[in-house]
């Protein structure tokens, strides 16, 4: 290359790198103003982050019932299968499905016509023996003075006195036959054994019944009062027995989405063995039952009251939280701001919570607006008006 165009050639070069790291330099300038820019925008952001609507209630003492709680159906106080005991033709039914009865009323009748002649004939031949019977008793009288004078042999005297005992179990058998006739003649009423409920009736009118047939002619189910059922883990069979031993424990019993119209019982049975393969013990608990509101198979829920726990901590039970390390509640701290708190809840009741430990009396939990919350978010209480507003929405 010639000589007189190398200066300006590297002249160039010079100039051109000095504007390149003037550029690069500029350029790394901007970026660390925006990105200082962009904190500072942020650190805005967070510190004008208005305090979050709260509502929040006090964590309080009070003496709560430690209950346990269920799923129970109902079942049948006293449960008879009607069955004839004597066969023939059914000619009446004195009852409708459905219906109510009382301890000894009819239900129904079967053809007496044949029992009736049976009875008859039995008392005839009864009268008949027994006819015969006073004879020979007076003919062993006057022979027994023949006997005493040797008028007649021994042999003849003692026939006489085996045909008197004879004639006497004959009239005693006889006595049994009248009496077993008469059984089945009264067997063709029958009546209700119990207060109850007739159910589905499985023979009408004019059918022939068998006596002791495999089915019923209907069922009858006593359900005043009435027996609940229901199982509760084999874990509370030893405070179950020892709360019961010292009186009786109450048992609360509503139909499902029901929880205000409650029946109340008592506990009555505890079976004998725990089931091995679900672990839980079967219970019965008995209710009066007198509006006839319980049902038998009726699925209700049952609340089985063991004792009262005293001084029990307690919030409401909307102020819970489940998250992946367990329950958890948001305490306002003084400085008015929330505190994510873990908590261990004995049980629930009604709207409360029995807490076992992670609160104190005395704290406040938040109990609406947990949703926009972060531990140490700043929170404000609602004002009245606000709160009233939410509740009536």
């Known amino acids: 290359m010639n000589a007189t165009w190398r200066t300006p050639i590297r002249l160039l070069e010079r100039v051109a790198r ?16 925006l990105t200082g820019l962009a904190g500072c925008s942020h650190k805005n952001e967070t510190l004008q982050q208005p305090p979050v609507p709260i509502v929040s209630a006090e964590v309080v003492n009070k003496t709560v019932p430690f209950e346990i709680v269920s799923i129970g159906s109902g079942e049948a106080y006293k449960t008879v299968s009607i069955r004839s005991q004597v066969g023939g033709v059914l000619n009446r039914v004195y ?61 003849e005297y003692s026939n006489l006195q085996t ?34 409920r007739v159910g589905t009736l499985f023979v009408d009118e004019g059918n022939v019944v068998k006596a002791n047939a495999d089915n019923p002619m209907v069922v009858i189910l006593q359900i ?38 409650v029946r109340r019982g008592h506990l009555t049975f505890v079976d004998n063995a725990v089931d091995a393969t679900t672990g839980t013990i079967l219970l019965k608990a008995e209710f009066p039952n007198e509006d006839l509101t319980l049902w038998p ?29 367990g329950d958890f509640v948001f305490v306002v701290t003084k400085d008015n701001t929330a505190e994510l708190r873990p908590v261990t809840v ?15 009396t005395g704290e406040r939990v938040v109990v609406d607006g947990q949703l926009r919350l972060r531990p140490g978010s700043s929170v404000v209480e609602k004002p009245a008006e606000s709160e009233g507003k939410a509740s009536s929405s």
């Open 95 to 155: 009852f409708k499905e459905g219906e109510y009865v009382k301890k000894g009323d009819r239900l129904f009748l079967i053809d007496p016509a044949a029992f009736q002649a049976a009875l008859q004939a039995a008392q005839a031949k009864h009268a008949r023996d027994q006819a015969t019977l006073e004879y020979t008793e007076q003919s062993v009288k006057r022979y027994d003075e023949l006997a005493k004078k040797d008028y007649i042999t021994a042999d």
């Open 346 to 360: 004995s049980y629930r009741i009604d709207n409360d919570a029995v807490i076992e430990k992670g609160v104190e």
């Open 224 to 261: 005043r009062p009435m027996y609940v059922s229901f199982t509760v883990p084999q874990q509370y069979l030893p405070e179950i027995l020892k709360y019961s031993a010292k009186e009786q424990l109450e048992v609360r019993a509503y139909a499902q989405g029901e929880a205000s119209d």
């Open 297 to 325: 198979g009726e699925f209700v829920n049952v609340v089985l009251v063991l004792k009262e726990l005293r001084d029990a901590v307690v919030v409401p039970a909307q102020a819970i939280g489940t998250g992946q390390m």
């Open 163 to 196: 045909s008197l005992q004879t004639i006497r179990a004959t009239v005693q058998s006889d006595a049994a036959e009248v009496e077993s006739a008469r059984l089945n003649l009264d067997y063709c009423s029958i009546e209700s054994p119990i207060n109850g």
């Open 18 to 33: 000095a504007c390149l790291s003037e550029i690069s330099l500029t350029l790394a300038l901007s970026a660390i103003a």
